[in-house]
């Protein structure tokens, strides 16, 4: 067993597939920035808001204002430098940090998507990327090889492979499978599409979307491993994703997925890739290649394996840190992001805010619009951890305005996957006196049924 | 595997699918009976109005008697009560000159109101100028000047700036006519058109931008506007200064009833000049409710809308009274019509999919 695994560890692969990984995420990262800024979602979530919601433990992470454009700019270059492969390196470093940044400066606009680069471009700081068809090799063929130890490309396909597992066991949940909810909903609202319009409001259609996407996440790791069904696996991902592309706002995340998949393929594929894209460049394949020779890449020191098999453990088990909360975790959101729950839930909410005077009694209604976008609104009215954050921000903002005696309360409600609305918070409970932790909350109130399931 | 066979063969060429079949909604069908069946009868109704408000001002000016005085008032309660049934549509044209802020912000600002009539310099286009205008400034200019009909006539005659009241009485009755004009040609002259056709799902269709629209005033202008703000809900203490028709003072309850009324009849897609009912929120709740089989929320929506009416029926005609005396009574009405926002903002909204904001959300 224990030779098996060293033997594993000693094998070697070729660079190309990972080259082509490195090139096609970095534009697309490249690309992604672009698009964030021209559809002006720098000022309209960064700028423009007054308030952002901050992820437990990273409140420090903020937005800087107008220079908030510097970090934006600093992360497309880095993208643009990991896709060439020129000091990548630091590139990639500068990249991960700077992309990680931006996505912890207001959680209002979490998204899995967002996580799962800034694991992946977590991942690629401790692999050899830039061995291979990279301006690095190019201005100094000593760092050129063509062989790569073989795990340096498995751990690239085990993160894709626990995105996607983890997203099909999300899904096996008595909402998803037997009332086929959310999709229920989203599909119908779907009627103005082409051709599927009318489609979108067929039962039947919600059911075989919802179990057909459960059995897909779930397969599609393993039907991309093996090669007999791989073609096979990468027409399903375009499909998938292109549909989902089709039905839903979530951007870029399917053609990163599609571009990403492709590390399954075998290095003849990605040798054509390279002279495609030499082709469209107008370099010089043979001469980029031949820089490499036939040498093996060695790690000079040993860190990036146990980094990276403590960085897979978390990975691993981070997703079923739900089950240590007592109540339902669609409900509670207790342990929801950052475990692949993509697409899973439908939630709206409506919170209203009371600043109450103890000694006094008197009390008014804070109107939400005065601080929040319609954006984060949505968003804060349904989430516990950003209702708790929100409400000490309105009790120390009329603090600051010489009210005294300031506690803060919230009547809300929340519909969950087409339920009827029910009260969400306790509105009894002063949210000043609650602080946030890792606890369960206690002030939010019982669901009222169940979904059993993952 | 097979199902996933199925689906993609079943969402790939979907060429013969069912496609004229009658268990798809037509939402084409529910923006024109919104349109020609609501929204334009409307606006011509409450266009009519406000012409004869507009005529009853020029008979007074002509002749500032307390006689003229009292048609005009009555011409103008007319108007503003038809207003509540057109204060809701804020798309197209009414929302790209702010109807609603050019006719109805209130408390108007007095001072400053009698500041322009002292210059005789204003320009109602400005946006500083929203609480100088519209029929809480009339209210002021016809029942606020003076406690009796006779003393307020006399600022329309001896006084020593008695064109100065005139000129502006005119100039807020006109711009009233004008704006209202503006919006109804809008509506008769091709944009029905546009509207109707902008079946689109996505925050710039006419469904998601009306759905949006509606509940906006419902939560803020009616519940908030009407009730909530003068009742001290948003402040420590109350505001029955900021009642609607301050000035005037016993019709603050028929304006709040007729906007819901309004908003119930819209909701069930109720013709504005008839009985009968077309394509709406309900018809279209009730179709989705096909689909998902949950709680009959177009009934629990209704069912709501008699209680918040009952309430309100039981507030004093004069709000200002009602809050200095009981102002329990107006929190009372406020928390059903509170239970009415939820209704829509939360399970509404989640039933329609309405979309609030272009950006990328995964829906978590």
């Known amino acids: ?454 | 595997m097979a199902i996933i066979a199925v689906a993609i063969t079943a969402c790939s060429s979907d060429n013969d699918g069912p496609t004229e079949t009658n268990d798809n909604f037509d939402r084409g069908a529910m923006l024109a009976n919104w349109a020609d069946n609501i929204i334009i009868p409307a606006y011509t109704s409450f266009n009519s109005k406000v012409v004869e408000m507009e005529a009853a001002t020029a008979a007074f000016n002509a002749a500032p008697t307390v006689e003229n005085l009292q048609s005009l008032r009555a011409a103008w309660k007319v108007a503003y009560v038809s207003f509540q049934n057109v204060s809701m549509f804020e798309v197209g044209k009414a929302e790209d000159i702010r109807f609603r802020n050019r006719l109805n912000v209130y408390p108007t600002k007095v001072a400053q109101i009698e500041d322009f009539i002292a210059s005789g310099n204003y320009d109602f286009d400005l946006p500083s100028t929203i609480d100088k205008q519209g029929f809480p400034a009339m209210d002021y200019m016809l029942n606020g000047l003076a406690e009796n009909d006779a003393e307020i006539v006399t600022f329309y005659t001896t006084n020593s700036n008695a064109v100065g009241y005139k000129n502006y009485l005119s100039t807020l009755s006109q711009t009233i006519k004008s704006l209202s004009n503006e919006v109804l040609t809008s509506w008769t002259g091709g944009y029905r058109d546009t509207f109707v056709a902008n079946t689109s799902s996505s925050a710039s269709g006419a469904v998601d931008k009306l759905t949006n629209d509606y509940i906006f005033y419902f939560e803020k202008a009616l519940r908030a506007g009407k009730v909530g703000i003068p009742a001290g809900i948003f402040s420590n203490g109350t505001l029955p200064q900021n009642v609607e028709a301050f000035y005037k003072k016993d019709i603050s309850k028929e304006l709040l009833l007729e906007a819901i009324d309004a908003s119930v009849d819209f909701f069930n897609g109720k013709s504005f000049n008839g009985t009968s009912n077309g394509e709406s929120f309900k018809t279209y709740l009730d179709y989705l409710n096909t689909i998902k089989n949950g709680e009959n929320l177009s009934a629990l929506i209704n069912d709501q809308f008699t209680v918040a009416k009952n309430k309100a029926n039981e507030l004093n005609a004069n709000f200002v009274e009602q809050i200095e005396t009981d102002n329990s009574k107006m929190l009372a009405s406020y928390d059903e019509l509170q239970r009415l926002v939820v209704l829509f903002k939360v399970d509404m909204v989640q039933a329609f999919d309405v979309t609030i904001d272009y950006v990328d959300a995964d829906g978590d």
């Open chain 1, 1 to 454: 067993m224990l030779t098996a695994v060293q033997k594993y560890f000693k094998k070697d692969t070729q660079a190309a597939p990972l080259a082509v990984f490195r090139v096609l995420f970095g534009f697309m990262m490249a690309l992604s920035i672009l698009r964030f800024w021209a559809n002006g979602w720098i000022e309209k979530l960064y700028i423009q808001p007054k308030f952002f919601f901050s992820y437990y433990g990273f409140e420090w992470v903020k937005p800087i204002g107008d220079y908030t454009y510097i970090i934006i700019i600093i992360c497309g270059i880095a993208a643009l430098f990991v896709a060439l492969g020129y000091k990548y390196r630091m590139a990639i470093i500068v990249f991960f940090l700077s992309f990680t940044y931006i996505e912890l400066m207001d959680k209002t606009t979490y998204l899995n998507h967002y996580y799962f680069i800034s694991c992946i471009a977590f991942l690629m700081i401790f692999l050899p990327a830039n061995v291979y068809f990279s301006v690095d090799t190019y201005k100094n063929p000593r760092k050129a090889f063509q062989m790569i130890p073989k795990w340096t490309i498995d751990s690239i396909k085990l993160m894709l492979g626990i995105v996607y597992f983890y997203a099909g066991l999300a899904k096996l949940n008595s909402d998803w499978l037997f009332n086929a909810m959310p999709l229920k909903i989203w599909l119908p609202s779907k009627y103005d599409l082409p051709f599927l319009g009318d489609l979108m409001q067929q039962q039947w259609v919600h059911y075989t979307f919802s179990w057909s996407g459960a059995l897909y996440d779930l397969a599609i790791p393993f039907l991309l491993l093996y090669r007999r069904t791989r073609w096979f696996a990468f027409a399903l991902v375009v499909i998938f994703h292109v549909m989902t592309r089709v039905l839903f706002p979530i951007g870029m995340f399917p053609y990163i997925m599609i571009v990403s998949t492709l590390i399954f393929f075998d290095t003849g594929f990605h040798r054509k890739v390279i002279r495609f894209i030499s082709k469209l460049l107008r370099i010089d394949y043979s001469k980029m290649v031949a820089l490499s020779q036939t040498k093996k890449y060695r790690f000079k020191r040993n860190i990036a394996l146990p980094i990276l098999a403590i960085f897979f453990v978390i990975q691993l088990l981070f997703p079923w840190r739900y089950l240590a909360y007592p109540n339902e975790l669609f409900w509670t959101e207790e342990g929801y992001r950052f475990s692949w729950r993509v697409m899973l839930m439908e939630k709206a909410g409506y919170a209203q805010f009371k600043i109450k005077n103890t000694e006094t009694g008197e009390q008014f209604l804070v109107n939400n619009t005065d601080f929040l976008t319609p954006f984060q609104e949505k968003q804060m009215s349904t989430q516990p951890d950003f209702i708790l954050q929100y409400a000490h921000f309105l009790g120390e903002h009329f603090e600051a305005e010489g009210h005294e005696n300031v506690a803060v309360y919230a009547e809300s409600y929340v519909a969950l996957n087409g339920r009827l609305s029910q009260p969400y918070v306790d509105p009894n409970v002063d949210l000043m006196k609650q602080r946030e932790s890792f606890r369960s909350k206690d002030w939010i109130l019982p669901f009222n049924d169940t979904i059993t399931g993952l």
